[in-house]
Protein backbone atom coordinates (compact mmCIF):
# COMPACT_ATOMS: atom_id res chain seq x y z
CA UNK A 1 0.00 0.00 0.00
CA UNK A 2 3.13 2.80 0.59
CA UNK A 3 3.60 1.66 -2.67
CA UNK A 4 0.78 3.05 -4.63
CA UNK A 5 0.74 5.84 -1.99
CA UNK A 6 3.89 7.00 -3.33
CA UNK A 7 4.41 6.15 -6.72
CA UNK A 8 2.27 9.07 -8.25
CA UNK A 9 4.33 11.55 -5.58
CA UNK A 10 7.76 10.04 -5.60
CA UNK A 11 7.55 10.06 -1.78
CA UNK A 12 5.65 9.33 1.15
CA UNK A 13 5.65 11.27 4.45
CA UNK A 14 6.09 9.47 7.86
CA UNK A 15 2.69 10.31 8.72
CA UNK A 16 1.71 8.59 5.88
CA UNK A 17 3.60 5.53 6.64
CA UNK A 18 2.86 5.62 10.10
CA UNK A 19 -1.23 5.72 9.45
CA UNK A 20 -0.58 2.61 7.19
CA UNK A 21 1.74 0.47 9.50
CA UNK A 22 0.63 -0.92 12.72
CA UNK A 23 3.12 -0.28 14.95
CA UNK A 24 2.57 -2.73 17.13
CA UNK A 25 3.13 -5.55 15.12
CA UNK A 26 5.95 -4.87 13.20
CA UNK A 27 9.13 -6.27 14.12
CA UNK A 28 12.46 -4.39 12.89
CA UNK A 29 12.86 -6.70 10.10
CA UNK A 30 9.66 -5.80 8.71
CA UNK A 31 10.48 -1.92 8.84
CA UNK A 32 13.14 -3.05 6.69
CA UNK A 33 11.48 -4.92 3.97
CA UNK A 34 9.11 -1.64 3.80
CA UNK A 35 11.89 0.92 3.55
CA UNK A 36 13.96 -1.19 1.12
CA UNK A 37 10.97 -1.53 -1.12
CA UNK A 38 10.21 2.20 -1.23
CA UNK A 39 14.04 2.35 -1.97
CA UNK A 40 14.00 -0.11 -5.09
CA UNK A 41 11.04 1.65 -6.14
CA UNK A 42 12.75 4.69 -6.32
CA UNK A 43 9.96 6.40 -3.33
CA UNK A 44 11.48 8.81 -0.72
CA UNK A 45 10.66 9.07 2.66
CA UNK A 46 10.00 12.53 3.73
CA UNK A 47 9.74 14.52 6.92
CA UNK A 48 6.07 15.99 5.67
CA UNK A 49 4.78 17.38 2.06
CA UNK A 50 7.29 19.15 -0.08
CA UNK A 51 5.74 22.43 -0.88
Known sequence: MALELGRPTGFVTFDQLNELLPSTT????D???VMQALSDE????????PP
Open 26 to 29: LTPE
Open 42 to 49: GINLVESD
Open 31 to 33: VEA
